[in-house]
T-cell receptor, first 113, second 111 residues
């Protein structure tokens, strides 16, 4: 199956700093990528849909100025958590769509101290 | 009401047992249906798609009832390696093809 990578896999940062997470589709081109967040014992929640060459579409309640998404190429989307705070600590997972199937990256665990 | 509802479990079953998970969805515009498996602290992985006619993949059988907006997953002859959280997922097709995840049902298979 298609492979999606994420980097970094884990990050610990101080409150107020910004963190960038990369999502890459390794063996296919993805015009659309998705960013999810999962808090402990909760379901994955879609944050935004990232479209190559255009602005991301954010879900209700997700601040676009706080979670900056850039999808500059068909194989790379980045999510930047700006001025991170402890409540942003979560498991961030991206997915990329290949035809009708979404493939998930291994996730990035963010801990904001 | 949550868009996709599942019994969180956990379901604790012995090896070899048959176990069934249920899921209901609220949006009648849902078009595609899936079961994903998520191991602890890992990303979800597609287990199988769910078709209206029902479908089987080895020990796993999925059923869909559109009228009742109900999806099920049956696992026969449970293995220790089946221990995971099973996520019911629906896709509301449109401009964004959003996947809506249930909170998952945790399965623990014991020897």
């Amino acid at each position: 199956g298609a492979v999606v990578s994420q980097h970094p896999s884990r990050v610990i940062c101080k409150s107020g700093t910004s963190v960038k997470i990369e999502c890459r589709s390794l063996d296919f081109q993805a015009t659309t990528m998705f960013w999810y967040r999962q808090f402990p014992k909760q379901s994955l929640m879609l944050m935004a849909t990232s479209n190559e060459g255009s602005k991301a579409t954010y879900e209700q309640g997700v601040e676009k100025d706080k979670f900056l998404i850039n999808h500059a190429s068909l194989t790379l989307s980045t999510l930047t958590v700006t001025s991170a705070h402890p409540e942003d600590s979560s498991f961030y997972i991206c997915s990329a769509r290949d035809l009708q199937t979404q493939y998930f990256g291994p996730g990035t665990r963010l801990l904001v101290l | 009401r949550k868009e996709v509802e599942q019994d969180p479990g956990p379901f604790n079953v012995p090896e070899g047992a048959t176990v069934a998970f249920n899921c209901t969805y609220s949006n009648s515009a849902s078009q595609s249906f899936f079961w994903y498996r998520q191991d602890c602290r890992k990303e979800p992985k597609l287990l199988m798609s769910v078709y209206s006619s029902g479908n089987e993949d080895g020990r796993f059988t999925a059923q869909l009832n559109r009228a009742s907006q109900y999806i099920s997953l049956l696992i026969r002859d449970s293995k220790l390696s089946d221990s995971a959280t099973y996520l019911c997922v629906v896709n509301i097709e449109g401009s964004t093809d959003k996947l809506i995840f249930g909170t998952g049902t945790r399965l623990q298979v014991f020897p």
